[in-house]
């Protein structure tokens, strides 16, 4: 019942900016939303989480200081600002929802097809 479409992926060079937004239909109220990544021959693994307030953000090492997660809950849109990216971001991004206020490592409930980011050197 719920979809979500991630946008905004492509080719970029390495030192550049991309924003990827997440577009969620179907009841994603009170939802911790967050995103995800999965580089070529690796596992999928954790990049960034929101709260559904916004007032909790979670990233991972490899991110934190460069990325920044963010959702306007009054569009039913979330948003992953990255920075200053480097080769080894380049992956497929997920977008994913939790059925909770806040994010648990203890998973997400519903998933997007993803979207290809790649960092050329």
């Known amino acids: 019942q719920v979809q979500l479409v991630e946008s905004g992926g492509g080719l970029v060079q390495a030192g550049g900016s991309l924003r990827l937004s997440c577009a969620a239909s179907g009841r994603t109220f009170g939802y911790a939303m967050g995103w995800f990544r999965q580089a070529p021959g690796k596992e999928r693994e954790f990049v960034a989480a929101i709260s559904w307030s916004g007032g909790n953000t979670y990233y991972a090492d490899s991110v934190k200081g460069r990325f920044t997660i963010s959702r306007d809950n009054a569009k039913n849109t979330l948003y992953l600002q990255m920075n200053t990216l480097k080769p080894e971001d380049t992956a497929v991004y997920y977008c994913?929802?939790?059925?909770?206020?806040?994010?648990?490592?203890?998973?997400?409930?519903?998933w997007g097809r993803g979207t290809l980011v790649t960092v050329s050197s």
């Open positions: 994913a929802a939790r059925r909770s206020t806040d994010y648990s490592p203890s998973g997400m409930d519903y």
